[in-house]
């Protein structure tokens, strides 16, 4: 358990509305990210952060944009949300394992539907 | 362009049986490889992983196997059990600098294993 709270875990929504979805860490974890997962594409990173207010994009970071005001919160915003952004999206954190070095630990996911 | 490639969709195979699944990969500066497993409806869990120094790692009844000059790795799992069914993921791990845990995953596609009672 990597301590990794995601809300909301399901979410309806209309096209063009904004969607938010929360990142909650609770061991003071410096780098968070945040994933999609969609049929036939695997895991495809959206954006990361590395610190507070330090933040980068990912392979697919057109139409999200993120923000880390605290170190326990790692958000991921769709200003305008659209069809192509119904996904499952999974908020991570980089820490070390024992059995493995570092190694980056999943939440358990939020299904997103833009209707 | 497809750094990570698990070419097979899905995997059928008999409880107490050996699971084989395959990862090809193209990316030569990958300094670790893991492997994860997704249930429906749940985030995914860290499995196994090997260095890239590595030719192998075992932890109980799986274990990872890299042959880097063919770019090629496989996780074997024996035997395989019925809760064993999941998707599994390849990923290739690089760094990203600035020092601590900046790493990147690059992952496959994913493989669904059905192991069959």
């Known amino acids: 358990d990597a301590g990794i709270t995601q809300s909301p875990r399901h979410k309806v929504t209309e096209t063009g509305t904004p969607v938010t979805l929360r990142c909650h860490q609770t061991?003071?974890?410096?780098?968070m990210y945040w994933y999609r997962q969609d049929p036939g594409h695997g895991l495809r990173l959206i954006h990361y952060?590395?610190?507070?207010?330090?933040?980068d994009k990912g392979e697919v970071s057109d139409g999200y944009s993120v923000s880390r005001s605290k170190t326990e919160d790692f958000l991921l915003t769709l200003e305008s949300a659209t069809s192509s952004q119904t996904s499952v999206y999974f908020c991570?954190?980089?820490?070390?394992?024992?059995?493995?070095?570092?190694?980056?630990?999943f939440g358990e996911g939020s299904w997103l539907t833009v209707v | 362009d497809q750094q990570v490639k698990q070419n097979s969709p899905s995997l059928s195979v008999q409880e107490g049986r050996i699971s084989i699944l395959n990862c090809d990969y193209t990316?030569?500066?990958?300094?670790?490889f893991l492997w994860y497993k997704k249930y429906p409806a749940e985030g995914p869990t860290f499995l196994i992983s090997?260095?890239?120094?590595?030719d192998k790692n075992e932890d109980g009844r799986f274990t990872v196997f890299l042959n880097k000059s063919a770019k090629h790795l496989s996780l074997h799992i024996v035997p395989s059990q019925p809760g064993d069914s999941a998707v599994y993921f390849c990923?290739?791990?690089?760094?990203?600098?600035?020092?601590?845990?900046?790493?990147?995953?690059?992952f496959g596609k994913g493989t669904l294993l059905t192991v069959n009672p």
């Open positions: 991570a954190i980089s820490a070390i394992s024992g059995r493995s070095g570092n190694t980056i630990y």
């Open positions: 990316n030569s500066m990958f300094d670790y």
């Open positions: 952060s590395y610190g507070v207010k330090d933040t």
């Open positions: 061991e003071n974890h410096r780098y």
């Open positions: 090997i260095s890239s120094i590595k």
């Open positions: 990923a290739g791990r690089t760094y990203r600098g600035s020092g601590g845990s900046n790493y990147k995953l690059t």
